[in-house]
């Protein structure tokens, strides 16, 4: 299956789909990078590995004009599936609609707790004895959706949202590549 990322960031999660999808076995290939800020470090990284990159400012621009240029690069690229790391910014609703049950996320926290930011830092708050990140389906509402997979996290007594996050996001990267390559197959 053909998958595009999107990213506006440091894209980890990005570069943990690359490598998956080396194996032989894996049944995605990522065909597009794109990124709304072309700055984003992960482009840098996904052009070294020889995949097309598209990047592009939203600055100025309505969502739904932004997004429908997206939507062409991705479509252009021939994606099937869009995957979304780290990617900050909300969709349009024609954007969401028009890759219903074909987009999927990760966040950084055990939904349905802790949409939105600062995940870690509210997990730790609340006393919560794991964090962890989940995989979903992306629908209209943030980080909303159906769950595909979760990885739960320890969480240490000296953990700071730092640390957490460090940890979290080794568990962010396998749960990722698996449960793209689960929902792939099945779609
Ligand atoms: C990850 O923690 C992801 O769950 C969240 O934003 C972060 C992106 O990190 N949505 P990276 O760009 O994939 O390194």
């Not at 950084?108 to 794991?130: C, I, N, Q, V, W």
Request: hydrophobic letters at 45%; proline letters at 5%.
């Amino acid at each position: 299956a053909r998958v595009a990322v999107l990213i506006s960031g440091r894209g980890s999660n990005m570069a943990a789909l690359v490598y998956a999808a080396k194996a032989l076995d894996c049944p995605f290939e990522i065909v597009l990078v794109a990124s709304n800020d072309p700055e984003a470090a992960g482009l840098e990284l996904a052009r070294a590995e020889g995949i097309p990159t598209f990047a592009h400012s939203h600055k100025g621009l309505k969502r739904a004009e932004f997004d429908a240029i997206l939507d062409a690069q991705i479509r252009g690229a021939g994606a099937q599936f869009v995957a979304l790391a780290g990617y900050m910014r909300l969709l349009s609703p024609e954007f969401v609609t028009g890759w219903a049950d074909k987009m999927l996320n990760i966040h950084p926290s055990l939904l349905p707790k802790y949409k939105g930011l600062h995940t870690h830092e509210r997990a730790l708050e609340a006393g919560d004895s794991h964090g962890g990140c989940s995989v979903h389906i992306v629908t209209a509402e943030l980080d909303d959706g159906p769950v595909l997979g979760q990885t739960e996290v320890a969480i240490l007594p000296d953990d700071t949202p730092d640390t957490l996050a460090a940890r979290v996001l080794i568990a962010e990267h396998q749960l990722y590549s698996r449960t793209l390559a689960d929902y792939v197959r099945r779609n």
